[in-house]
């Protein structure tokens, strides 16, 4: 089993739609986690963090679910500039401050 | 407050040659690790440095090697290059200490002909 997994998508949604997506997790023990975002051929870029009490910014909240080893991102009010690939990002088994990328669920938010 | 910093943006080399990819890490941070980015797919670890040592590496043959330097840049060699090493090259920096989140910069997009 890979230590995350995303859903590849693409989820496409109209502007204003609610969406959500989740990311599952192999290391049981894992606490924290990031959201990146990627626009295309560009670097991913931070969205936000997420640790057991969940984080909100915006339009975009982020929550741990340690029960079921998940990880979501809602995106409440889509925009059509938040169309891009969402990386989900997790600590890799073995400890140490290295990160393991899931290989990202795609949005397309059309008119 | 200067991003991360890579260089070249773009290359091409044909297949057998060897590589150099250069990185300079956000102001601040003192931990670079090297990514390897397939079309359609999350970025993949190479590496990571972090006192001019590589303290951890991911699943890539010895072709591929780095180094850092006492002002926290980093580079990435890749040797005896295959058609199948095209890619986007990700550098990152962070803190080493603690659970950092990663800063990256624009990327090498690598083309082997």
């Known amino acids: 089993r890979k230590e995350v997994e995303q859903d590849p998508g693409p989820f496409n949604v109209p502007e204003g739609a609610t969406v959500a997506f989740n990311c599952t997790y192999s290391n049981s023990a894992s606490q924290s986690f990031f959201w990146y975002r990627q626009d295309c051929r560009k670097e991913p870029k931070l969205l936000m963090s997420?640790?057991?009490s969940g984080n909100e910014d915006g339009r975009f909240t982020a929550q741990l679910n340690r029960a079921s080893q998940y990880i979501s991102l809602l995106i409440r009010d889509s925009k059509l500039s938040d169309s891009a690939t969402y990386l989900c990002v997790g600590p890799r088994e073995g400890g140490g401050n290295k990160l393991t990328f899931g290989t990202g669920t795609q949005l397309k938010v059309e008119l | 407050d200067a991003g991360v910093t890579q260089s070249p943006t773009h290359l091409i080399k044909t297949r057998g040659q060897q590589v150099t990819l250069r990185c300079s890490p956000k102001s601040g941070h003192d931990t670079v690790s090297w990514y390897q980015q397939a079309l359609g797919q999350g970025p993949q670890f190479i590496f990571q440095y972090y006192e001019e040592e590589e303290r951890q590496r991911g699943n890539f043959p010895d072709r591929f090697s780095g180094h850092q330097f006492p002002n926290y840049s980093s580079e990435l060699n890749v040797n005896a290059l295959l058609l199948g090493d095209s890619a986007l090259y990700l550098c990152a920096s962070s803190l080493f200490q603690g659970f950092s989140p990663l800063h990256f910069g624009n990327g090498t997009r690598l083309t082997v002909t």
């Open positions: 997420v640790y057991s």
